[in-house]
């Protein structure tokens, strides 16, 4: 069993739709990370999470530290959110997982 | 400079030859991390440093990789006898300080690392 699962792996949206991506894991993390990599490849850090919610704009990430679970909710879609969203865990043992690919279209 | 500074950009190379890569963190960010992402792929941990000294080196897959960063700023990945395995983008981060609770990982923009 991978110790980061993320879902789902490929996501097809129309504009100004409500997105959830969701980040589940199995190992203790004193923190998680949001990252996004665009199609170019660059990689930036959207939120770090140790406990609750934290929102940023349109995006919206929680973490349940006792279910081992963090979604990424983008509001009001935009084809500039096109992008790969990982999931990167911060633990003894640094993990990531293999990513959402999400394509909004107008 | 402003960012993390990978170099090369592009590294096309062949069966057996040994290959470094650079990154050149943001000034002052103590630490340092290296991964690897496929195509298709979510990045991979490879090895990670708090200073000059490697705190995690778990990830790297063999002994042919081998990091160092011996002046606790720029760091280099060594690769000897590349495999085509080996081609993937090399992708370096630093933060301000390291630890279980780090802070924003900054990204530079990876080396595209191609065996023949």
């Known amino acids: 069993k991978n110790e980061v699962e993320q879902s789902p792996q490929n996501l097809t949206a129309q504009e100004g739709e409500f997105i959830t991506i969701n980040c589940s894991y199995s190992v203790g993390i004193s923190a998680l990370h949001w990252l996004q990599q665009h199609p170019g490849g660059g990689i930036v850090s959207l939120f770090m999470l140790s406990s609750g919610k934290k929102k940023h704009g349109r995006l919206i990430a929680t973490i349940n530290i006792q279910e081992k679970h963090s979604s990424l909710h983008i509001t009001a879609s935009h084809p500039r959110d096109s992008a790969v969203y990982i999931c990167d865990l911060r633990s003894i043992l640094m993990r990531f997982g293999a990513g959402t690919r999400l394509t909004v279209k107008p | 400079g402003a960012g993390v500074s990978q170099t090369p950009s592009n590294k096309v190379t062949e069966k057996g030859k040994y290959v470094e890569l650079r990154c050149d963190p943001i000034s002052g960010h103590t630490a340092l991390y290296w991964y690897r992402q496929s195509l298709g792929q979510g990045p991979e941990f490879l090895i990670y440093?708090?200073?000059?000294?490697?705190?995690?080196d778990s990830g790297l897959p063999n002994d042919r990789f081998f990091a160092v960063r011996p002046e606790g700023s720029v760091s280099t990945l060594k690769i000897q006898r590349t495999e085509r395995g080996d081609s993937a983008v090399y992708l370096c981060a630093s933060s301000l300080s390291g630890g279980l609770d780090t802070g924003e990982l900054f990204f530079g923009e990876g080396s595209r690392l191609t065996v023949l």
């Open positions: 440093f708090q200073g000059t000294g490697a705190a995690d």
